[in-house]
């Protein structure tokens, strides 16, 4: 039986690079994401390089609790199951708090927090009646310690999905009649479509597809957590949970 591995957000960034290699491991795929004429796009790209594949496209927008269920529900009778769903999509929006832009952060706990539940939810749901599954969690680096300024919403929304991701796996702790495996990662600053704009030289930042690569490894590796790529981000994110808040400032 052929493994299936559903991700949202997948129209660009680092979901489309997780699509494109998971497929070259032999996973059929069923993407999600709202730009449909993108995930068009990138799935005629996967099968023009992996013609045995079967990769299936949904519309979604993750904030919309009964899309989220319906969607899942229809990839997992499209595909006959799902082994993997990986909570990818997210916003990155975000504005420092008492100077009027609210509408800013509002959009990224609305996706970010909200709609991850919602996704996860979903699938839990799925894997509940499957008895098995992998639950993948993308979090960020910025989740291990409060963020300033325009990140502050972003490291809080992600880090509500880490906290989340590790209570549903002491749920699963002593639960031999369910096989389901939950992994956190914490993608350090890895090139997308959401950081492609920001100006000023990133410390520590790499392409998109090897980052990617370290994630794709992690995830296939069933690890509880990772801090991805390990290199450097296994010793920051170490530092950044000991250090004082100002000294986390100027390392990020």
């Known amino acids: 039986m052929t493994f299936t591995t559903l991700i949202t957000g997948a129209s660009s960034g680092l979901g489309a690079e997780m699509a494109r290699q998971f497929a070259a491991l032999g996973h059929d795929l069923a993407l999600t994401a709202r730009r449909t004429d993108r995930l068009e796009a990138l799935r005629t790209e996967i099968l023009a390089a992996h013609p045995g594949r079967r990769i299936e496209t949904y519309a979604l927008d ?3 609790d009964e899309a989220v269920a319906a969607v899942f529900g229809q990839a997992k ?4 199951h799902l082994d993997r769903v990986i909570v990818n999509a997210g916003l990155g929006k975000g504005a420092p708090y008492g100077k009027g832009s609210h509408y800013a952060n509002r959009e990224t706990l609305e996706t970010n927090v909200l709609g991850a539940a919602a996704q996860v939810e979903a699938a839990m749901a799925v894997f509940r009646e499957q008895r098995a599954g992998h639950l993948v969690l993308v979090a960020s680096i910025t989740a291990l310690r409060g963020m300033p300024k325009s990140m ?3 490291g809080a929304s992600k880090a509500f999905l880490a906290s989340l991701g590790e209570g549903i796996r002491s749920e699963m702790i002593g639960k031999p009649d369910l096989d389901i495996d939950v ?9 997308s479509e959401m ?9 520590f930042m790499v392409d998109t597809e090897v980052g990617v690569r370290s994630m794709v490894g992690a995830v296939e590796g069933r690890k509880a957590k990772a801090y991805v790529p390990a290199r450097p981000w296994v010793a920051v994110g170490a530092a950044m949970r000991v250090l004082p808040l100002s000294v986390v400032r100027k390392l990020l």
């Not at 992994?183 to 090139?191: A, D, K």
């Not at 950081?195 to 410390?203: A, D, G």
């Open 62 to 64: 993750v904030t919309e």
């Open 77 to 80: 009778g499209d595909l006959g």
């Open 152 to 154: 502050t919403t972003y």
């Open 183 to 191: 992994t956190v990662l914490y993608p350090g600053y890895i090139r």
């Open 195 to 203: 950081n492609e704009k920001v100006e000023q030289k990133t410390k």
